[in-house]
């Protein structure tokens, strides 16, 4: 019997090590293939139309004392916030000759928010640094982006200019920037 628990013993040892050794070698051995990847279906469908709506953007008018809209097609924003960063960021564009912007050339829109019914609008510093200055210019760039907002987004009540994310008191020490603005009839005709 003692021989006999020695061989059963030697032989579970053997089939142990052996197990073992497979385990540790046998993916050394066997290559898994790869798994199957579907190659990309293509589609002849063409692509969806990005929603557009039209908006009314706002340009020096002819006389250059003013304002003067001019209907633009602009992304479809799913919600007010997203809608205003559309138009905003169609303003912020070069215009076409003959239409002259009001908004200093390299000016970016940082971030826009609508929030208990007005809307926030931080631009890049460039609205300041480029400013030529003026009480005229200031009406008509502050305006500008004022107009956008309210003539395209109704329910916004006022718009808050920020620069660089700060409040500033004006952009070029004519027009008091430390509340919400509202349009204004005497820039936009």
């Given amino acids: 019997m003692p021989g006999r628990a020695i061989v059963v ?18 993916p050394r051995w ?10 990309p279906v293509e589609s002849n469908a063409p692509a969806a139309p990005e929603r557009k709506i039209k908006a009314r953007l706002f340009f020096v008018s ?8 001019v209907e633009r097609d602009v992304a479809f924003g799913a919600d007010p916030t997203a809608q205003a960063r559309a138009i905003l960021e169609a303003q912020l564009t070069s215009p076409e000759p003959p239409l002259l912007s009001a908004i200093p050339s390299g000016t ?4 826009v928010f ?12 460039e609205i300041v640094s480029g400013h030529p200055g003026g009480t005229l210019s200031e009406s008509l760039t502050i305006y500008t982006l004022v107009a956008a907002v309210k003539a395209n987004l109704p329910a916004v009540g006022g718009v808050q200019i920020l620069v660089n994310g700060k409040e ?12 919400p603005l509202v349009t204004s009839p005497t820039w936009v005709q």
């Fill in 62 to 69: 002819d006389d250059g004392h003013g304002l003067t809209g």
């Fill in 114 to 125: 609508v929030a208990n019914g007005d809307a926030y609008v931080d631009v890049s510093s």
């Fill in 9 to 26: 013993g030697a032989v579970g040892l053997l089939t142990a090590v052996l197990a073992w050794g497979l385990f540790i070698a046998l």
């Fill in 30 to 39: 066997v290559a898994l293939p790869p798994p199957a990847v579907e190659p």
């Fill in 108 to 111: 970016t829109l940082r971030a």
């Fill in 168 to 179: 500033v008191d004006t952009l070029a020490g004519h027009i008091d920037l430390r509340q």
